[in-house]
């Protein structure tokens, strides 16, 4: 079983950063291609970003490109998400997950989630 856990998240002003993490548990973390979504209340989930298994390959939807960087460190079965330039449109849940194709933006295709982390960018 894979088990996700997010945090990072919070409350900031219009132009900070935030770095969420996101801990995924069991042995099987560097298999796995990773992905961040985001849902603002009301609105359905949307794909982020997304990382490679290996880490070489990443993708981002047009809207955080430039301002957001994925990584991640298989020794420590860790996913990150380093947000620049926040504005207050970036206002969501977010929510890591794991599958097999990294730039799919299809919540449907990813496996495994995580319960989210709540990041409120203030104008």
């Known amino acids: 079983q894979v088990q996700l856990v997010e945090s990072g998240g919070g409350l900031v002003q219009a132009g900070g950063s935030l770095r969420l993490s996101c801990v995924v548990s069991?042995?099987?973390?560097?298999?796995?291609?990773m992905g961040w979504f985001r849902q603002a209340p009301g609105k359905e989930r949307n794909f982020v970003c997304g990382?490679?298994?290996?880490?070489?390959?990443?993708y981002y939807t047009v809207s955080v490109k430039g301002r957001f960087t994925i990584s991640r460190d298989n020794a420590k079965n860790t996913l990150y998400l380093q947000m620049n330039g926040l504005k207050p449109e970036d206002t969501a849940v977010y929510y890591c997950?794991?599958?097999?194709?990294?730039?799919?933006?299809?919540?449907?295709?990813?496996?495994?989630w995580g319960h989210g982390t709540q990041v409120t960018v203030s104008s």
């Open positions: 997950a794991a599958g097999r194709y990294y730039a799919s933006g299809r919540p449907s295709d990813w496996n495994y």
């Open positions: 990382i490679s298994d290996s880490g070489g390959s990443t």
């Open positions: 069991g042995r099987t973390f560097r298999t796995y291609a």
